[in-house]
């Protein structure tokens, strides 16, 4: 079925070439165009020839091409956005300004100060082309990976009626990670997944319909760790164990997860870094990050040379110096959802969008995360039920925080950001919370035209 499909930012070398190969593998979309836009005119010129000479290996009658933004919208069918307004520049500003108001941030994309600047940065951007989107191809389904997910959601529902919905990653990722820890299939394991976008928790967890929470322990979890790091093949009583994970200085990716199930009888889903960003204590020192194993996060300059080498490796095999691989279609759900709303085989997924009465003890169309089923006729989200009592309240917060953060956005009132600021959990020095924002806008101010100065 023949369909137009643009990736705007598709000079992206990590999301699209993944992108790309998963939709050439979908027989249903045999013949379709795909169609990149990128303000980076090299790296789209690259991403270009690259996705051209991965299609043809393929040969399922898949045409590439570059094209300006109204271009490419006009008659698009699917359109995906992978964005970072302001790049490398601003988000080493999302994670240094807050430390100096004692916020260490172990993500930055999503929640606290460095969630909220992102807001204000993409907001603006994804509400553009929204808006053309109704002008040049009203019936299009807008598909994003841009982060913050639940707030740019949120934006272009509030300001268009463009189908939108976002895609995260995180769910199969920790899908991945109970599969090898239990010894198990990831075909085999099944939850409801209930929350909002980077702090959503896992219920009715199973494997082959036996439920495993009697299997998900804390010291359990310290050895598989290792033992996986090939760090170390541990031996001898608990009480030796514990003294290890006590002296213990590596980072552990789930340690605050087991830690938290431990606590609630609910399993978290994605990493700790994500996780630690929506509970304020754990972001609160670097003391604080190391006790609890959570990588402290940064973007310079180790994010530029993984972005660099990758392009290296992109130009080798354009060149011939490398060979194109064919690889394996990924866990993304991007291409999967795209077949199924263009009349192939029905999909179930992990979406973002808004709340519909999925999950029944968060506000009306807020977004939340959970399974949802892609068909021809939509996209449809599964009745989840309630988040768990005891930790709806936490999330509740973070939802303040988001809608704050979008009503900031949208209007370009600083007092909004500024209650989004003091309310948002990893600030805990509220006290602090004028003069970290303003550093944040001035720093930022490049790409904060909207937004005015505050008082």
Same mark, same amino acid.
């Given at each position: 079925?023949?369909?137009?499909?643009?990736?705007?930012?598709?000079?992206?070398?990590?999301?699209?070439?993944?992108?790309?190969?998963?939709?050439? %593998?979908?027989?249903?979309?045999?013949?379709?165009?795909?169609?990149?836009?990128?303000?980076?005119?090299?790296?789209? =010129?690259?991403?270009?020839?690259?996705?051209?000479?991965?299609?043809?290996?393929?040969?399922?009658?898949?045409?590439?091409?570059?094209?300006?933004?109204?271009?490419?919208?006009?008659?698009?069918?699917?359109?995906?956005?992978?964005?970072?307004? *302001?790049?490398?520049?601003?988000?080493?500003?999302?994670?240094?300004?807050?430390?100096?108001?004692?916020?260490?941030?172990?993500?930055?994309?999503?929640?606290?100060?460095?969630?909220?600047?992102?807001?204000?940065?993409?907001?603006?951007?994804?509400?553009?082309?929204?808006?053309?989107?109704? %002008?040049?191809?009203?019936?299009?389904?807008?598909?994003?990976?841009?982060?913050?997910?639940?707030? /740019?959601?949120?934006?272009?529902?509030?300001?268009?009626?463009?189908?939108?919905?976002?895609?995260?990653?995180?769910?199969?990722?920790?899908?991945?990670?109970?599969? *090898?820890?239990?010894?198990?299939?990831?075909?085999?394991?099944?939850?409801?997944?209930?929350?909002?976008?980077?702090?959503?928790?896992?219920?009715?967890?199973?494997?082959?319909?036996?439920?495993?929470?009697?299997?998900?322990?804390?010291?359990?979890?310290?050895?598989?760790?290792?033992?996986?790091?090939?760090?170390?093949?541990?031996?001898?009583?608990?009480?030796?164990?514990? @003294?290890?994970?006590?002296?213990?200085?590596?980072?552990?990716?789930?340690?605050?997860?087991?830690?938290?199930?431990?606590?609630?009888?609910?399993?978290?889903?994605?990493?700790?870094?994500?996780?630690?960003?929506?509970?304020?204590?754990?972001?609160?020192?670097?003391?604080?990050?190391?006790?609890?194993?959570?990588?402290?996060?940064?973007?310079?300059? =180790?994010? %530029?040379?993984?972005?660099?080498?990758?392009?290296?490796?992109?130009?080798?095999? /354009?060149?011939?110096?490398?060979?194109?691989?064919?690889?394996?279609?990924?866990?993304?759900?991007?291409?999967?959802?795209?077949?199924?709303?263009?009349?192939?085989?029905?999909?179930?997924?992990?979406?973002? $969008?808004?709340?519909?009465? @999925?999950?029944?003890?968060?506000?009306?169309?807020?977004?939340?995360?959970?399974?949802?089923?892609?068909?021809?006729?939509?996209?449809?989200?599964?009745?989840?039920?309630?988040?768990?009592?005891?930790?709806?309240?936490?999330?509740?917060?973070?939802?303040?925080?988001?809608?704050?953060?979008?009503?900031?956005?949208?209007?370009?009132?600083?007092?909004?950001?500024?209650?989004? $600021?003091?309310?948002?959990? $990893?600030?805990?020095?509220?006290?602090?919370?004028?003069?970290?924002?303003?550093?944040?806008?001035?720093?930022?101010?490049?790409?904060?035209?909207? $937004?005015?100065?505050?008082?």
């Amino acid at each position: 079925m023949n369909k137009k499909i643009v990736f705007i930012g598709g000079g992206s070398v990590i999301w699209t070439p993944t992108f790309a190969n998963d939709l050439f %593998q979908q027989s249903s979309l045999a013949g379709s165009q795909l169609v990149l836009v990128d303000i980076d005119q090299d790296a789209l =010129r690259v991403l270009t020839a690259y996705c051209t000479r991965l299609s043809h290996q393929y040969q399922t009658g898949w045409s590439v091409a570059s094209a300006d933004l109204d271009a490419a919208l006009e008659g698009a069918d699917f359109v995906c956005l992978s964005i970072s307004t *302001g790049g490398f520049e601003a988000m080493h500003h999302d994670y240094t300004i807050p430390e100096r108001y004692g916020v260490f941030h172990t993500v930055g994309d999503t929640a606290g100060p460095g969630g909220i600047s992102r807001t204000l940065r993409n907001v603006p951007v994804f509400v553009q082309v929204a808006r053309k989107m109704e %002008q040049l191809c009203p019936d299009a389904w807008l598909i994003h990976v841009t982060n913050p997910l639940s707030q /740019l959601t949120r934006a272009v529902g509030l300001t268009t009626k463009v189908r939108c919905v976002g895609l995260c990653h995180n769910y199969a990722g920790t899908i991945s990670m109970l599969a *090898g820890y239990l010894g198990a299939k990831e075909k085999d394991i099944h939850a409801v997944s209930v929350g909002i976008n980077h702090y959503s928790y896992l219920k009715d967890l199973t494997v082959r319909g036996r439920p495993v929470a009697g299997q998900l322990s804390l010291e359990r979890y310290f050895r598989y760790h290792l033992e996986t790091k090939d760090e170390a093949r541990l031996t001898g009583t608990t009480d030796d164990i514990v @003294q290890q994970m006590t002296g213990y200085q590596g980072t552990m990716e789930y340690y605050l997860n087991f830690l938290l199930f431990e606590q609630t009888g609910c399993f978290p889903v994605g990493s700790s870094n994500h996780l630690a960003e929506n509970l304020p204590y754990y972001c609160s020192s670097e003391e604080t990050l190391a006790r609890y194993h959570i990588r402290r996060k940064g973007v310079l300059p =180790r994010r %530029q040379l993984q972005k660099d080498d990758k392009r290296r490796r992109l130009e080798a095999q /354009l060149n011939g110096d490398e060979p194109l691989p064919m690889p394996a279609a990924s866990k993304e759900s991007f291409s999967a959802i795209v077949s199924a709303l263009a009349g192939g085989e029905p999909v179930r997924s992990i979406v973002a $969008m808004a709340n519909q009465g @999925q999950v029944s003890n968060l506000p009306a169309q807020v977004v939340v995360e959970t399974w949802a089923e892609a068909n021809g006729s939509g996209i449809f989200p599964l009745m989840s039920g309630p988040v768990t009592q005891g930790l709806a309240g936490w999330m509740l917060t973070s939802i303040e925080e988001q809608e704050l953060s979008v009503a900031a956005a949208l209007s370009g009132d600083p007092e909004l950001a500024l209650r989004a $600021m003091r309310i948002t959990p $990893m600030l805990t020095d509220k006290s602090a919370a004028k003069d970290l924002l303003r550093d944040l806008l001035a720093a930022n101010r490049a790409w904060l035209g909207h $937004m005015r100065e505050l008082d």
